[in-house]
């Protein structure tokens, strides 16, 4: 019989990394058995994943499609390969009704994350992507809440689907193999030996600690979403503050991993989970990165925008200009205005570099 593997996320748990990967590697997929069906990339290594090839757009959302599901299986006969993997965090809230369009064989896979780690992740995204102005709040329902909202648990409630799932744990330490793309090629049951280099490619990579301040701090300022895009890039390049750290105070976070782990027992109890067992076990010894508040100098902030300006002269004139147009505006960081017009000021005191005239070029290639 053929196999059939849904991978659904949940959110934070690497779906991107895997996408990007099985993408790019759509034909020796193909050459070892497997039809992934190909699907756009954006400059940051996020998609949609297969979204498309099992629902279709309903709005802002997507739902469960008996058309695409058929065409989608029609596809993977004609291809001859003997396993269809699909991917796409988008498959998470239609779980039941994918669950009654799919074949009975299908599988779907899901990845819980340590809430804690669930939680910082989310916010940190929201500050990249979703303007967040505000500081992290450590609260178990704050942002997408501890394990990607309530459509987990939806999931769960269905017995079309927890009949056919297998929930895995996002943690390095008990992955099979080397890291989450081989335990989920192991979970779907495809032998990896055939597809050589399995090695991840980081993308949408987290900010440091003072990136994500000054991103946060300009998310008050309408800078559009190319001006944005090009600011997300520059300071997922930036070197400076720390890469490892969390920002739950050591006095929140022994009340929060109680919680947590709380919260991770019930899931596992109530669904009867064993896999998520040595997960807690192993969160519980583990100790917390080093606590770093949200609070930049001025030195710190003039470092950052200093960055900025290095690789992206046009971004960082374009802010000090928005900056000055929106003297209203209230900043995280203040300074920021002083910083960014003394920026644009060096640059602009800079030597215009000598453009050479075409019948030149011309001359000196000949």
Same mark, same amino acid.
């Given at each position: ?9 949940? #959110? ?16 020796? /997929?193909?050459?070892?058995? &497997? ?5 756009? &990339? ?60 799919? #074949? ?47 459509? $987990? ?15 895995? #744990?996002?943690? @390095? =330490? ?6 989450? $793309? ?11 030996? %055939?597809?050589?280099?399995?090695? /991840? ?11 994500? %301040? ?8 309408? /800078?559009? @979403?190319?001006?944005?895009?090009? $600011? ?14 969390? /920002?739950? #105070? ?12 709380? %919260? $991770? ?24 990165? @080093? ?9 710190? &902030? =003039? ?42 000021? %060096? ?6 570099? @000598? ?12």
């Amino acid at each position: 019989m053929k196999s059939i593997v849904v991978h659904a996320g949940l #959110p934070k748990t690497g779906t991107s990394a895997v996408q990007a990967f099985f993408s790019a590697n759509t034909e020796r /997929l193909s050459r070892a058995g &497997i039809f992934y069906p190909q699907h756009r &990339i954006d400059k940051n290594g996020i998609s949609a994943g297969n979204a498309g090839s099992l629902m279709e757009r309903s709005g802002h959302l997507f739902v469960a499609s008996s058309r695409e599901v058929t065409k989608t299986l029609e596809d993977f006969e004609a291809s001859g390969c003997h396993t269809l993997l699909l991917s796409s965090e988008a498959f998470l809230p239609e779980l039941p009704g994918l669950a009654e369009l799919m #074949p009975p064989q299908t599988r779907f896979v899901l990845y819980v994350r340590d809430p804690l780690a669930f939680l910082e992740s989310d916010y940190n995204q929201r500050v990249k992507r979703l303007d967040h102005v505000d500081a992290f709040a450590a609260a178990p329902d704050a942002y997408g809440g501890w394990l990607g909202h309530e459509h $987990l648990y939806n999931a769960l409630g269905s017995e079309a689907v927890r009949s056919r799932l297998v929930l895995r #744990p996002y943690l @390095p =330490d008990l992955f099979v193999g080397e890291n989450l $793309l081989t335990d989920l090629l192991h979970t779907a049951g495809i032998d990896a030996a %055939e597809l050589g280099d399995l090695s /991840l490619e980081k993308v949408n990579l987290s900010y440091s600690l003072h990136a994500l %301040e000054i991103k946060r701090a300009l998310n008050a300022l309408p /800078l559009g @979403p190319q001006l944005q895009e090009r $600011l997300d890039v520059h300071l997922q390049s930036c070197p400076l503050g720390p890469t490892s750290y969390t /920002l739950i #105070p050591p006095a929140d976070y022994e009340r929060l991993r109680k919680t947590a782990d709380d %919260e $991770l027992h019930a899931l596992a109890s109530r669904y009867d989970i064993e896999a998520l067992e040595p997960m807690r076990e192993l969160l519980r010894k583990q100790t917390p990165k @080093p606590y770093h508040p949200q609070h930049l100098t001025e030195d710190e &902030i =003039d470092a950052v925008v200093q960055h900025i300006a290095t690789v992206g002269k046009r971004l960082t004139r374009r802010i000090a200009q928005t900056l000055v147009e929106h003297p209203q505006i209230e900043l995280v960081y203040p300074s920021l205005r002083d910083s960014f017009a003394a920026a644009a000021a %060096e640059l602009d005191e800079e030597p215009a570099t @000598p453009r050479r005239r075409w019948w030149q070029r011309r001359h000196r290639a000949g």
